[in-house]
């Protein structure tokens, strides 16, 4: 039968006759996030101070199962079951998870009355996660010095042909010779190459009185030497520092067959185009190469403070495994607009 609009509802009838219906936990937080929804999103903040928090938050976060549980508790409070069933997990599985969460403070777990005893609720706290990443220390002026050469700025040369020097423009002296290595232009050559030997670099040794050399950094790009070029042509090619050996990195391949973005028209497109960038790295802890190791070899055997000058030559050694020659690219040929590179940073001694 249709009420009576003037009659009181059933549910005013319960309220006149015992006050107002008392809601659950679960119903009272359920509520609570459905009118958040409405205003302002909460959102947690970790800053750089807090170091901990900002790592068990990442951690947390770094997790497709996690991320689903986020999800799955966006909008409403659930119990572990629920979950598990939701998204066909085990429930140990679940319970795991969100232990992780909880103590990265995105979720809240609850134990409250069931139809079966007690159970435990979850709810997530917050809507959005701001991590500001640590900003470190600033590093002096002088804690990096940077140094580049021309490839054609050696100091001394000692190579085998095939060999040869190209300028911006032209080739310098003749091909396959060594007398051509020390032509007066071979200081403006932008790609030198030879099939055994080795060239040495000097660069001015800049630190500070009192200072100690804690890394020291070298870059080129580099490839194999072949007749032309051919991209199944291994080469082992050596770095010495202040004439220790670092120990050698083997090229792939003399790579041509596409013109480097910075090789100029006039060289021939069946030649050597363009190499791949290498970084040495030496520490107090040994010697890398693009963070493999290559030796024992550390700062300290370089001896840096013992002349002006930083030598610094890459070759390839008589008795090497694979004698393949040697093409060093500059900043006017290849692919990589930089010279030859040497980095060194420094601290200074106590005392």
Same mark, same amino acid.
């Given at each position: 039968?249709?009420?009576?609009? !003037?009659?009181p509802?059933?549910? $005013?009838d319960h309220?006149?006759?015992?006050?107002?219906?008392?809601?659950?936990p679960?119903?009272?937080?359920s509520?609570?996030?459905r009118?958040?929804?409405?205003?302002?999103?909460?959102?947690?903040?970790?800053?750089?101070?807090d170091d901990?928090?900002?790592?068990?938050?990442?951690?947390?976060?770094? #997790?497709?199962?996690?991320?689903?549980l986020?999800r799955?508790?966006?909008?409403e409070?659930h119990?572990? !079951?629920?979950l598990? $069933?939701?998204?066909?997990?085990?429930?140990?599985?679940?319970?795991?998870?969100?232990?992780?969460?909880?103590?990265?403070?995105?979720?809240?777990t609850?134990?409250?009355?069931?139809?079966?005893?007690?159970?435990?609720?979850?709810?997530?706290v917050?809507?959005r996660?701001?991590?500001?990443?640590?900003?470190?220390?600033? @590093?002096?002026?002088?804690?990096?010095?940077e140094?580049?050469l021309?490839?054609?700025?050696?100091?001394?040369?000692?190579?085998?042909?095939?060999?040869?020097? $190209?300028?911006?423009?032209?080739?310098?002296?003749?091909?396959?010779?060594?007398?051509s290595?020390?032509?007066?232009?071979h =200081?403006?050559?932008? =790609?030198?190459?030879?099939?055994?030997?080795? @060239?040495?670099?000097?660069f001015?040794?800049?630190?500070?009185?009192?200072a100690?050399?804690?890394?020291?950094w070298? #870059?080129?790009e580099?490839?194999?030497?072949a007749?032309?070029h051919?991209?199944?042509?291994?080469?082992?090619?050596t770095?010495?520092?202040?004439?220790?050996?670092?120990?050698?990195?083997? #090229?792939?391949?003399?790579?041509?067959?596409?013109r !480097?973005?910075?090789?100029? $028209?006039?060289?021939?497109?069946?030649?050597?185009?363009?190499g791949v960038?290498k970084?040495?790295?030496?520490?107090?802890?040994?010697?890398?190469?693009?963070?493999l190791?290559?030796?024992?070899?550390?700062i300290?055997?370089?001896?840096?403070?013992a002349?002006?000058y930083v030598?610094?030559?890459?070759?390839?050694?008589?008795d090497?495994?694979?004698?393949?020659?040697?093409n @060093?690219?500059?900043?006017?040929? !290849?692919?990589?607009p930089?010279?030859?590179v040497?980095?060194v940073r420094?601290?200074?001694?106590?005392g």
């Amino acid at each position: 039968m249709p009420q009576d609009p !003037g009659s009181p509802s059933p549910a $005013a009838d319960h309220a006149a006759e015992h006050g107002p219906r008392e809601h659950g936990p679960r119903e009272r937080a359920s509520a609570a996030r459905r009118s958040r929804r409405l205003a302002e999103p909460l959102t947690l903040a970790v800053d750089e101070r807090d170091d901990a928090r900002a790592r068990a938050v990442a951690q947390a976060l770094a #997790s497709e199962p996690r991320w689903r549980l986020l999800r799955a508790l966006g909008e409403e409070l659930h119990n572990v !079951g629920e979950l598990a $069933a939701a998204l066909a997990m085990p429930p140990s599985t679940v319970a795991m998870h969100l232990a992780v969460l909880e103590a990265a403070g995105l979720v809240r777990t609850e134990l409250v009355p069931g139809q079966r005893g007690r159970q435990r609720v979850c709810q997530r706290v917050f809507d959005r996660v701001r991590v500001d990443l640590p900003r470190g220390e600033a @590093l002096g002026e002088l804690d990096i010095l940077e140094t580049s050469l021309p490839v054609g700025a050696y100091a001394d040369a000692e190579v085998t042909p095939t060999c040869g020097l $190209a300028g911006p423009d032209a080739i310098i002296g003749l091909l396959d010779d060594p007398t051509s290595f020390y032509e007066p232009d071979h =200081l403006h050559a932008q =790609l030198v190459w030879f099939r055994q030997g080795r @060239l040495a670099y000097r660069f001015p040794n800049r630190l500070p009185p009192r200072a100690r050399a804690e890394t020291l950094w070298f #870059s080129a790009e580099v490839c194999s030497e072949a007749p032309m070029h051919h991209h199944d042509w291994p080469s082992d090619i050596t770095v010495w520092i202040n004439g220790v050996r670092l120990g050698h990195w083997t #090229s792939p391949a003399d790579f041509g067959g596409q013109r !480097g973005q910075l090789t100029p $028209a006039w060289w021939d497109a069946r030649n050597s185009q363009y190499g791949v960038l290498k970084e040495w790295r030496v520490t107090e802890n040994g010697s890398f190469v693009d963070g493999l190791r290559l030796s024992d070899v550390t700062i300290d055997d370089l001896d840096l403070g013992a002349q002006p000058y930083v030598e610094v030559a890459i070759g390839v050694e008589a008795d090497a495994r694979h004698v393949g020659g040697l093409n @060093l690219f500059g900043r006017g040929f !290849g692919n990589y607009p930089q010279d030859l590179v040497l980095r060194v940073r420094h601290g200074v001694v106590g005392g």
